[in-house]
């Protein structure tokens, strides 16, 4: 059974970043990863959730950079910070082509653009290369590319504005 719990922020400032080697605008990916509040010491770490691979490159003034391999996430876009948790919490909850439930994963990956936001669960190991069609309305798979991005860990539901604020004067 899947329990909703109170989540806690681990940002990932993907905007900043390098996607296989090119530089994205600040507009266009300026990402959020949302970690569950229960468990785990290391920056977006949780007990209990499978976590997205990825290698720690460095360690610096609070931020750890990251490179996360090509992977396959489930996803919705909406215009606002939390329009999409309960669409993607229904596809794993068996809202699919099989009916099938899917463990929750860590991170829940949000990307800011011109868009609106798109929001992402990572699919399992197991789900990876056989992941079940999505049935919800605006639900879709998407097979990420491999991405660099920047990792702290914030309390509560970050504001993006404000935390990219701070990365950038990290950054500078």
């Not at 400032?13 to 970690?35: D, M, Y």
Request: overall charge positive; glycine content about 10%; charged content about 20%.
């Amino acid at each position: 059974k899947h329990k909703m719990r109170t989540f806690t922020a681990s940002l990932i400032v993907a905007g900043l970043a390098l996607t296989q080697g090119r530089p994205q605008g600040i507009l266009n990916g300026i990402s959020n990863l949302l970690t569950n509040a229960f468990g785990g010491g290391n920056t977006g770490e949780v007990d209990d959730y499978q976590n997205a691979p990825y290698e720690v490159i460095q360690k610096y003034d609070g931020y750890e950079e990251r490179f996360y391999p090509s992977r396959l996430w489930v996803c919705t876009q909406s215009s606002s910070n939390n329009g999409g948790f309960m669409k993607l919490f229904r596809y794993i909850s068996g809202a699919n082509a099989r009916k099938q439930k899917i463990d929750m994963t860590v991170p829940v990956m949000m990307t800011h653009s011109e868009k609106g936001v798109e929001m992402c669960f990572y699919m399992t190991q197991s789900t990876q290369s056989n992941a079940p069609a999505p049935t919800g309305e605006g639900v879709y798979l998407s097979q990420k590319k491999g991405m660099t991005v920047y990792a702290t860990s914030v309390g509560g539901y970050p504001d993006h504005a404000t935390e990219a604020a701070k990365f950038r004067d990290v950054r500078e």
